[in-house]
């Protein structure tokens, strides 16, 4: 067994208020892939930046070896001297500049000043046929997509001729194709000798790839399993992250029984969407869909399917060009032309992208909750502070949002916290319609669960629930009906006890002519 190449002993690391690590040790071992799982806010990010130079020597407590020598990285410029590279799960690429541009960007061959572009898109070349891409180096980084930045990014740490890869969540935003693709290139970086650790929410990535598994909670390390050695069943690793075992994965549910005659609580009849910019291509294509209240229904599709743009185009036409289609709310058509139109019918959107659509990262708990409903916390147009609090404070305490104080500014939550407040703000609004794109994404399995008994509740109150998720396992457990999407159309509607993975990636997969496509 090869040595340890990194050892963290004893790291404590406080922010005003919270204790984030506390006397947490990992020790990663030459040429292995060493996973690092725990819930949201267990502090497996803050553990990386404190490695890495983010949060600089000084700032914490405790001792880091690298190759048996202390560290003391005063930023990642110094960590990165080292040969130790991290990747964040929002990657840091600059849209408008190329692929060999953004490879080299503060790395840049240069004599005397001057950049050498030939030896720049030589080397940029040759690490990007190292991760598997023919993208040639002069293509901006904005016409390429989230899949190939991704290895673009493993490219450029290549280029700094790394030793430690630190992987935060890097498929959160990918398909099940592009994940497969990282995950074997991961593997095949092991066999070229270099170390990785590699953060992740999903357990079955994990046991494919990692030799041993660290486990953190309430920022302390729980255990390190051996996977080759070591039960390392998926059970194993959630009752080490939630303190407790999950029996279940989602709430006991009920399938939903129709009202005879009761019209449905939302109904969207023969929608077509244009894209914003292609006029001519239908990235909706005379979709009909309907949810009675009470019903959770879900939309099942692969990457480019179009679920997140019917759910935008449906909620204001916020996504693309409205080509015809009606939406009915309990029977009667109304208009959504506009986000405050859909809103004031009673209909909510929560998008997939959080971070950006979802919150406004630097205001407090507070404030993103009440953004959707001010009126119900102003009087006369004036803000009744004290109100705004009390609202605030009710569902920090009931979503269980884990923050100090409901002042606390959303862009430092944890992102399954993020999530919760995002939900709050819907729910504060009081819709009768919710749509949930993507509500679990990036978040752990204890989070996860959370949020379902929070969906499930509001089915339970009789809200109408449409919930889009890339996850099939966690469609089948929470849905009555599930709808599925290929190419901007419905290709089919299957009942809760109808459905099975296999049977939705079969409808998944068919074309615009009903015929099941050719994978490759």
């Not at 006369?380 to 606390?408: C, L, W």
């Not at 008994?453 to 109408?464: F, P, R």
Request: glycine share 10%; hydrophobic share 40%.
């Amino acid at each position: 067994m090869a040595g340890p190449v990194l050892e963290m002993r004893s790291i404590v690391k406080t922010f005003p208020g919270v204790k984030a690590l506390s006397d947490v040790t990992l020790t990663v071992r030459q040429g292995e892939v060493h996973a690092i799982c725990g819930e949201n806010g267990a502090g497996k990010s803050t553990l990386m930046k404190v490695l890495s130079g983010v949060h600089p020597h000084g700032t914490y407590e405790g001792e880091i070896l690298f190759e048996g020598q202390p560290c003391e990285f005063k930023d990642i410029n110094a960590s990165e001297k080292r040969g130790i590279v991290i990747i964040h799960q929002e990657l840091a690429l600059v849209p408008f500049l190329s692929i060999a541009e953004n490879m080299f960007l503060g790395n840049e061959h240069a004599t005397r000043g001057m950049i050498d572009w030939r030896e720049t898109l030589r080397h940029a070349t040759r690490q990007l046929r190292r991760v598997g891409l023919s993208e040639n180096p002069n293509t901006r980084i904005a016409d390429i997509g989230v899949g190939k930045q991704q290895l673009v990014e493993i490219a450029k740490a290549l280029a700094k001729d790394v030793k430690l890869l630190i992987l935060d969540e890097p498929t959160a935003s990918l398909n099940d194709e592009d994940s497969g693709k990282l995950l074997d290139l991961i593997l095949e970086l092991k066999e070229q000798g270099i170390t990785s650790i590699i953060i992740s929410h999903k357990l079955n990535e994990i046991r494919r790839v990692a030799d041993s598994v660290t486990i953190l909670r309430d920022g302390r390390t729980i255990e390190t399993l051996d996977v080759h050695a070591d039960e390392t069943s998926e059970d194993r690793i959630i009752s080490g992250m939630v303190g407790r075992d999950l029996e279940h994965r989602f709430p006991e549910r009920t399938p939903h029984q129709a009202e005879k005659g009761a019209a449905p609580a939302l109904e969207i009849r023969n929608w077509t969407v244009h894209h914003p910019i292609d006029r001519e291509r239908k990235v909706v294509d005379d979709v009909s869909l309907h949810v009675r209240r009470g019903e959770i229904v879900g939309v099942a599709g692969l990457m480019g399917a179009g679920r997140t743009e019917l759910a935008m185009s449906v909620f204001g036409r916020t996504y693309g060009r409205y080509a015809g289609g009606t939406v009915l709310k309990d029977g009667k058509e109304i208009r959504t032309k506009s986000v405050a139109e859909a809103v004031g019918h009673g209909i909510a959107y929560a998008t997939e992208d959080r971070k950006h659509y979802g919150l406004n990262l630097i205001d407090t708990i507070n404030r993103n909750i009440s953004l959707a409903a001010l009126g119900k916390v102003s009087k006369r147009g004036v803000v009744d502070e004290h109100g705004e609090r009390q609202v605030a404070e009710e569902y920090r305490t009931s979503m269980n949002i884990k923050a100090p104080t409901v002042f606390e500014p959303a862009g430092k939550l944890s992102g399954g916290n993020q999530q919760k407040v995002v939900l709050s703000k819907w729910i504060f609004a009081g819709p009768e319609v919710l749509i949930l794109d993507e509500p679990t994404r990036g978040i752990d399995v204890g989070a996860k669960y959370e949020i379902y008994t929070v969906i499930d509740k509001l089915a339970a109150e009789g809200k109408a629930v449409v919930f889009i998720s890339s996850e099939l396992p966690e469609l089948l457990g929470m849905c009555d009906r599930i709808y599925t999407m290929s190419a901007g159309r419905l290709t089919g509607e299957v009942t809760r006890a109808e459905a099975t993975q296999e049977s939705l990636m079969r409808l998944m997969t068919k074309d615009k002519n009903g015929t099941e496509e050719v994978t490759r």
